[in-house]
């Protein structure tokens, strides 16, 4: 379990994160998201113990979170990646990063992690040589070896190519799948929406919303109906009490409307389709995608493009 309670953070007089609580459970992959500058490097750091909050408290496990607090050593982090030594190999380096566990060589997950990296025959050629992509994937692997119960990613994906991001996501269900509590921050919403089970948006260091994934694509009080008639169909719900709009949003493609019923049934609106004449095939909630519902919050609240600016 991830708890944030009433985190803040500043930095000289600028407020950063502003009274932040979310929680993250175990089997819950739950993607951190917000617009650059937001304030979430920021939380992740309060997170692992890297910086002390002003204001509000950390857990992990149940466990108040500092620096070195032991149960930072069942958290798998990667923030701002740590600092590779350039001469050493990748495995030189995952090894003086372990030591720092004090516990023995090797890890317990450090095969599933070595696969999930794809290093190959590189893992030991030195660090100095790698690329971006290798050393993000490197940094990974130091995240994972350690089949973490708990863990806190910012922007894992940076640097990877197509397979490897579909790598990671399947590696992030897997661990997920075994009770870890995952938290990852993301600008790829199209990835988020494959990957998170629940989101933190937040905005200006304060929060938008939070809760599971499904909810924040459910279109509020809307539903999509395929019909035999659309005409018919569209005559007969723009009739019926409890109905705040209707349309056909492709009459040439036929066959299907969108109604926004926010106190009706989807049952009613069939029965009353049905006993019409009209012929349902399928009535179902109207879903929107994360990148429409994640601009409609943020963009609600901006005050344009100053974040961005500011970062
Ligand atoms: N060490 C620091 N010193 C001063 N200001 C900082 C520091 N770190 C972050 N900030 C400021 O705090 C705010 C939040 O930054 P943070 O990096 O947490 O946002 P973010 O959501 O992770 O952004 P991005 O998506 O661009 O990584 C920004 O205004 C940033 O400029």
Redesign the pocket.
């Known amino acids: 379990m991830i708890d944030a309670h009433e985190l803040s953070?500043r930095?000289?007089r600028?407020p950063?994160?502003e009274g932040l609580s979310f929680t993250v459970a175990p089997g819950q992959i739950c993607a951190l998201l917000?617009?650059?500058?937001?304030?979430?490097?920021?939380?992740?750091?309060m997170l692992v113990g890297l910086?002390a909050p002003d204001a509000g408290s950390a857990r992990i496990l149940g466990e108040p979170v500092c620096l070195g607090a032991a149960v930072l050593r069942r958290v798998g982090v990667l923030i701002d990646g740590p600092a590779f030594v350039p001469h050493l190999t990748g495995t030189a380096n995952l090894r003086l990063l372990w030591s720092a566990t004090r516990r023995a060589w090797p890890p317990p997950a450090l095969d599933d992690a070595l696969d999930l990296a794809g290093l190959g025959a590189a893992i030991d050629r030195k660090v100095k040589g790698y690329s971006m992509g290798m050393r993000q994937r490197l940094v990974l692997a130091q995240a994972l070896m350690r089949a973490p119960d708990v863990l806190i990613l910012?922007?894992p994906a940076n640097g990877l190519d197509p397979a490897e991001v579909r790598a990671l996501r399947d590696h992030l269900a897997t661990a997920a799948g075994q009770r870890a509590a995952v938290l990852v921050?993301s600008?790829q919403l199209a990835e988020v929406q494959q990957l998170a089970t629940h989101v933190v948006v937040?905005h200006h260091?304060r929060l938008v919303t939070a809760g599971p994934l499904a909810d924040l694509l459910r279109d509020a009080g809307a539903f999509r109906v395929e019909v035999d008639d659309t005409a018919a169909a569209l005559a007969v719900l723009r009739g019926m009490p409890g109905v705040t709009s209707v349309a056909a949003p492709d009459p040439a493609a036929g066959g299907e409307v969108v109604v926004t019923a926010p106190d009706v049934q989807s049952s009613d609106l069939v029965q009353a389709l049905v006993t019409a004449g009209v012929g349902v095939t399928s009535a179902r909630r109207a879903t929107r995608s994360l990148e429409d519902a994640f601009l409609a919050m943020t963009q609600a609240t901006t005050g344009g493009r100053d974040?961005?600016a500011?970062?």
């Open positions: 953070k930095y000289g600028r950063a994160v917000g617009p650059n500058g937001a304030g979430k490097t920021s939380t992740m750091r910086s910012d922007e921050s600008h937040m260091g974040d961005r500011a970062h």
